[in-house]
Nanobody
Framework: QVHVVESGGGLVQAGGSLRLSCAASGMLFSMNAMGWYRQAPGKQRELVAT???????NYADSVKGRFTISIDNAKNTVYLQMNSLEPEDTAVYYCYADVRLNLLLRRDYWGQGTQVTVSS
């Protein structure tokens, strides 16, 4: 019912910047929150940043001050501006959307991931 698509990943050099986008589409009643997780090679999936539709944000300590999450409620789109990228940021980044489908149902939807590779 809800389709989530990430874009903006790629290969950048250390110190560079990248902007990820994630759009949720479909018949959703309301959006509660959107956010980003990442999974690096050999590591567990970890939270990167989240944002509620009201603009409340939460960041992993490792990205705080370097990454900025924002949301466009009209477009059901979340963005992750990543600055001062480090090789340790290399991972597949997954977007999620915490969606209320109707008065009864609330579900999370996930994108397929976008690869971010930071070279030294």
């Amino acid at each position: 019912q809800v389709h989530v698509v990430e874009s903006g990943g790629g290969l950048v050099q250390a110190g560079g910047s990248l902007r990820l986008s994630c759009a949720a589409s479909g018949m959703l009643f309301s959006m509660n929150a959107m956010g980003w997780y990442r999974q690096a090679p050999g590591k567990q999936r970890e939270l990167v940043a989240t944002i509620t539709s009201g603009g409340e944000t939460n960041y992993a300590d490792s990205v705080k001050g370097r990454f900025t999450i924002s949301i466009d409620n009209a477009k059901n789109t979340v963005y992750l501006q990543m600055n001062s990228l480090e090789p340790e940021d290399t991972a597949v980044y997954y977007c999620y959307a915490d969606v209320r489908l109707n008065l009864l149902l609330r579900r999370d939807y996930w994108g397929q991931g976008t690869q971010v590779t930071v070279s030294s």
